[in-house]
């Protein structure tokens, strides 16, 4: 997998990851492109989150990342859960949006598969500190186009740090497969051929 194959109507699209079972609904992306989304796993599924987190954090552990970084919203749980698993007590978060108490800020602009129009990655000052003179591990529950990677890993770069290496639940779709990324399974995206 990891591929593109033909959308034929499917409903759900089955994926084992760290040794369980899950069906993923087929979504609508775009006129001809159907994604399985993976929303309901990463954003409350307690027994998939432990056991995706535990098998991503002893993948990631011989790279020696000091911190982990993640991009808001759907992976914050599962960066969490691999944060407190390597050991660390902080994990950084790139927020989508520039808030008035923020004060200085790092940008970054960004395109995923999931968004009609370009977005941004935020870092705060103080979050630009923790990232400076460290080992990061960059962290997605899912990279398709590698957009969202990528300007995560400008951005640490721009805070000073280092990237150790780049991880993930899934790759999905073809883009990401020559990225290096970490990850424990692939999903396919279906296109009307």
């Not at 535990?54 to 691999?82: G, R, W």
Request: aromatic share 6%; charged share 25%; glycine share 8%.
């Amino acid at each position: 997998m990891g591929l593109m194959i033909p959308y034929k109507g499917e409903g759900f699209y089955e994926t084992r990851v760290a040794g369980l079972k899950r069906r993923l609904p087929i979504v609508k992306v775009s006129e001809d492109t159907w994604i399985a989304s993976n929303a309901g796993l990463v954003l409350g599924d307690v027994e998939f989150i432990e056991a995706a987190a535990s098998s991503v954090a002893n993948l990631i552990k011989p790279y020696e990342p000091d911190i982990v970084v993640t991009a808001e919203a759907k992976a914050l749980a599962l960066a969490y859960e691999v944060a407190r698993r390597l050991g660390h007590d902080r994990f950084v978060v790139a927020r989508k949006s520039v808030k008035a108490y923020m004060g200085e800020v790092l940008v970054e602009q960004v395109k995923s598969i999931t968004t009609h129009k370009p977005q941004i990655l935020v870092l705060t000052k103080e979050d630009a500190e923790l990232v400076r003179g460290k080992r990061v591990c960059v962290f997605d529950d899912v990279v398709s186009t590698g957009g969202t990677v990528r300007a995560l890993e400008n951005l640490v770069r721009r805070a000073g740090g280092q990237i150790a290496c780049k991880a993930a639940v899934w790759l999905e779709g073809p883009w990401c497969l020559d990225m290096g990324i970490i990850h424990l399974a692939k999903l396919p995206v279906f296109k009307r051929l």
